[in-house]
Nanobody, 116 residues
Framework: VQLVESGGGFMQPGGSLRLSCAASGFAFNRYAMSWYRRAPGKEREWVATIRVTSSRTNYADSVKGRFTISRDNAKSTVFLQMNSLGPEDTAVYYC??????????WGQGTQVTVSS
């Protein structure tokens, strides 16, 4: 199993970024997928989940209305569109299976830094 996150970077407050996560080694189209993040000095937290058919999505209250999760099952890729970024969004972002699916090995994540 391999999860490779990309798309992070440095952004000023109010900006946008789109993260990607390429998955391999398991039947991607059979699992709900999620994004998680770990801010400096904090525990990893759940950010968003998308079901297999993309028909249902859920978001943490802290990102609701600003972030959008999507997936491309043909490419085994999950995305996170992040808008209206603020300093509180600074973290390393990871993708993995949804919490109830059982985690695969974590990737290295992608760093998002929001600062003026």
């Amino acid at each position: 199993v391999q999860l490779v996150e990309s798309g992070g970077g440095f952004m000023q407050p109010g900006g946008s970024l789109r993260l990607s996560c390429a998955a391999s080694g398991f039947a991607f189209n059979r699992y709900a997928m999620s994004w998680y993040r770990r801010a400096p000095g904090k525990e990893r937290e759940w950010v968003a989940t998308i079901r297999v058919t993309s028909s249902r999505t859920n978001y943490a209250d802290s990102v609701k209305g600003r972030f959008t999760i999507s997936r491309d099952n043909a490419k085994s890729t999950v995305f996170l569109q992040m808008n209206s970024l603020g300093p509180e969004d600074t973290a390393v972002y990871y993708c993995n299976k949804a919490p109830w699916e059982g985690y695969s090995s974590w990737g290295q994540g992608t760093q998002v830094t929001v600062s003026s």
